[in-house]
């Protein structure tokens, strides 16, 4: 079950998120959550996890640094639309390297901690909004270049820090969408390109990509537009 712990500054926050919990399925999520919320902080602890685990939000380095994102979006200072934020580790990325980056979230708790991120650090070209992208999408007037899908929750074999957090985000998650109807929709809004990243042996249904990117367990699935189809 999830629990709230909050401080006066806090109260708002959360009296919305007891108010969303109890009226979605997270109310009958049984591991025990604790959601920590103090000053412009914000804590996402799992009791079940030994040791306790916690979501630590931000930008990380890693060792495959913007290699692969910068062939996936070739074009610099463009506008991606992320439809599946998570913990919005490649979309933190994103910004760094430049690109002005649209989030899409639909898990509130997820939200709100993304938000308090945004209270402490100062990104102007990133911005959150909670929602489901498959609406968005259908409502949307602005364009984007690029539109990124990731629904898979990746596996990773160090008993870290990250994949406790991964963990933490399948037990707050849950997947409802069909990726096959996101990519399809998102195919008519994009200017140029449409990323969805699968597991490699991925056997999910899907359409069929232009041609794909692929890592030692993870592939980008690429669906080109007019103008890159031209050149
Ligand atoms: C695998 S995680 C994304 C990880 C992310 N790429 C990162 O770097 O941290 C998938 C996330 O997408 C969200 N999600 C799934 N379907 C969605 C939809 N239709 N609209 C908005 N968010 C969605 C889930 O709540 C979850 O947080």
Do not use: W
């Not at 000053?39 to 290699?67: Q, R, V, W």
């Amino acid at each position: 079950m999830i629990n709230l712990l909050f401080d006066e500054d806090n109260k708002q926050n959360a009296k919305i998120l007891t108010d969303v919990i109890k009226r979605s399925y997270l109310a009958s999520i049984t591991a025990d959550i604790i959601i920590e919320l103090k000053c412009k902080k914000m804590k996402i602890i799992n009791n079940d996890s030994n040791p306790p685990a916690t979501i630590d939000l931000g930008y990380k380095k890693t060792h495959d640094e913007f290699a692969i994102f910068k062939k996936l979006f070739p074009m610099v200072n463009t506008n991606i639309l992320d439809c599946t934020g998570g913990l919005c580790v490649d979309s933190l990325k994103l910004s760094k390297m430049g690109y002005n980056v649209t989030v899409i979230e639909e898990n509130p708790i997820i939200v709100m901690l993304l938000r308090k991120l945004l209270e402490k650090e100062i990104i102007n070209n990133f911005r959150v909004y909670h929602g489901n992208s498959f609406e968005f999408l259908k409502e949307c007037n602005k364009r984007f270049e690029y539109i990124y899908i990731d629904t898979m929750f990746s596996k990773t074999k160090k008993k870290s820090k990250s994949k406790k957090e991964i963990e933490m985000l399948k037990i707050l998650c849950r997947e409802k969408i069909s990726t096959y109807n996101l990519i399809s929709q998102a195919r008519k809004k994009a200017l140029e390109r449409v990323v969805s990243k699968a597991p490699i042996h991925s056997s999910a249904k899907i359409p069929i990509a232009d041609f794909t990117i692929s890592t030692k367990l993870i592939k980008y699935n690429i669906y080109n537009l007019m103008s890159t189809k031209c050149l």
